[in-house]
């Protein structure tokens, strides 16, 4: 009978202990976490745009149909407008590809 008293007070006393050392645990997790601070970026800038887009210029039997123009964005060109009826028949435009940004690029094909 008085091991089996002493298994109680054990258990009890272990419970206790548990419950004791999970409230602690709670009370330090749950406290407010304040950081302060300031972090700054210096942000690339990703600046290609097309500028000074030539007139086309036709070969053999090609028509413009239409003017080319840079659009407002700067980086699209509308109203290409062409037809070619011959083999051989071409229509040559001739733009700069401008890069104003931080971050180098690379033309591999247009």
Known sequence: M???RKIKVLAVAALIITILGLTVA??????????NGAATLDAAKWGI??????DGDATGDATINDTAVIADDLVTINNIDVSLSTPGDSVTYTVDLVNEGTINA?????
């Open 2 to 4: 008085e091991k089996q």
């Open 49 to 54: 745009k097309f500028e000074n887009l030539s």
């Open 26 to 35: 709670f009370a330090a997790l749950s406290q407010t976490l304040t950081i």
């Open 106 to 110: 690379e033309i591999y094909s247009i």
